[in-house]
């Protein structure tokens, strides 16, 4: 065996060790001092895996609750000095399961995640009440205290259905392809798997500038007509059944 070979494996057995002796109430100070948007409370077990009787995400002066969250670290990236844990978390009817990495220049990355939560998580942040089920696959997400700088995402929102003020409006499915990039913009493309409209939208969220929707929703002959109200209130209708959508924060 080459003394690099023999040197790489002691560094190895020597960060598990240390990491399986140090307390679970470590990784929760890791998370102040990098200015994670992440924070667990009633912590437990060690550094190398533990748990978390509550876990939050919080962000823009919200919570989103994740509820038991456990992790487990991922040996070869010790050596890296970027170090990973496969995570996961629970609450009522969400589940989260990801791979968290902390990296050289203080950002963190979330590769392979999957999310299932009701829509009604959303609503903090909707500017109506919401309803459904979102499914989100996230490829690469980078992000620091400056905010996003990478993302590759895929969501879907099934059984979509809005508060009009008056009643559900249902939606169908909607299916949505997201972007982050350097400078910090966000692009999404949102359009329609089945439903009673054939929708197609730009979303778009840059920082320090107001969030924007733009493009168009046609109603299909089994739109009910509850639907079409509740587009006049925010889109123009050039023609019947057809809505442009430029909606400006």
Known sequence: MSLNRSFILLMLFSLLFISVLIPAHWAGELLKK???????????????SGQATQGEIHGQGQRWRLGTF?????????????PCAVVSSTYQRQRVDASLCLQRDGSWSVTDAAVEAPASVLNTWSPAPIKGQLELTIDTLVFSAQGVTQLQADASWREARIDNGQDWV??????????????????AEIFDQQGPAAIALTLVSD???????????????????????????????????????????
């Open 34 to 48: 990098t200015d994670s948007p992440l924070v667990l409370q009633g912590l437990s077990g060690t550094l190398w």
């Open 70 to 82: 456990s992790w487990a670290l991922e040996p070869l990236s010790l050596l890296s000095l970027s």
């Open 170 to 187: 249902a939606l169908g499915s909607l299916d949505s392809h997201w972007r982050g990039y350097t400078d910090g913009r966000i692009r």
């Open 207 to 249: 920082q320090g500038q107001p969030l924007s929707v733009d493009g168009v929703v046609e109603l299909r002959n089994s739109a009910p007509r509850h639907l079409a109200d509740f587009l006049q209130v925010f889109a123009e209708s050039q023609e019947p059944g057809r809505f442009v959508i430029a909606w400006h924060e």
